[in-house]
């Protein structure tokens, strides 16, 4: 069941049969460019194949070009509520951006990000999460999470659709185990575009391990799945050997 499309990060292929590829997140400031570009040195030691940094203010965005230069990995700029940081980090150079689609600003400001990524010729990832979704939904939500989850994202993938633009990933991440895989069961069936695995907020080295094992674990054995990202509380490089240990054990 692996996705019938693919998108590049760099020159790191997600999707159409390519291996899962494991991908981690900086916990540094961003705009320490010093700690940030450390911290992916050693992600990058570890194994870790694309890495991601938040971008939640400018001085973010105005560290981006020189950690981009830096970066032995290719980068994805995490952005939330402000659009304008997507346009700026894809000015920086980075690799794909993502955003949630519920919390960028609505369908304009998702056109505008998606037109400037168009343009530059950079893939996307398309973020619905259980714990921000759009309000229109909040009844489905009471009623089944899951199903609520697949429709953000189907909602967003029918914009980005109508915009012309075929060159993204999706997630659809809970913290209730069992929520997330029947989202990603449910989204698989429907989509033919690479699917992005994780469960938010998983935990400590522990119990976030376990979940992150059973829910990715219960997707990734039947196919379901092109990247992933093990969520813990601890230094990110636990994150990449978790998630190679996962991949081992299928």
Do not use: W
């Not at 989204?187 to 992150?212: F, M």
Request: with cysteine.
């Amino acid at each position: 069941m692996a996705s019938e499309r693919s998108i590049n990060v760099g020159n790191v292929q997600i999707g159409g049969g390519a291996p899962v590829v494991v991908q981690s997140m900086t916990l540094t400031k961003t705009h320490d460019v010093e700690a940030t570009t450390a911290q992916i040195a050693a992600l990058a030691s570890a194994g870790c194949e694309v890495v991601r940094v938040a971008v939640p203010k400018s001085e973010d965005a105005d560290a981006l070009p020189k950690i981009v230069r830096l970066s032995p990995i290719p980068v994805i700029a995490d952005i939330h509520f402000n659009a304008s940081l997507a346009l700026r980090a894809i000015d920086a150079g980075v690799a794909a951006v993502r955003i949630n689609p519920g919390n960028i600003g609505g369908p304009d400001k998702v056109a505008d990000v998606v037109r400037s990524a168009k343009a530059a010729g950079l893939p996307m990832r398309i973020g619905a999460n259980s714990g921000s979704l759009p309000k229109h939904l909040a009844e489905l939500a009471q009623q089944d999470q899951a199903e609520a989850l697949v429709e953000a994202a189907l909602e967003e993938v029918r914009l980005l659709e109508s915009l012309g633009f075929y060159d993204f990933k999706i997630s659809v991440k809970s913290s209730h185990v069992p929520t997330m895989i029947r989202a990603y069961r449910l989204l698989a069936s429907k989509v033919p575009y690479p699917l992005h695995l994780g469960v938010t907020e998983a935990g400590t080295p522990y119990s976030g391990s376990i979940k992150s094992a059973v829910g990715m674990g219960a997707l990734l054995v039947d196919g379901i799945g092109d990247t992933v990202r093990v969520s813990l509380t601890a230094d990110p490089v636990e994150e990449v050997r978790t998630a190679f240990e996962i991949l081992k054990a299928l």
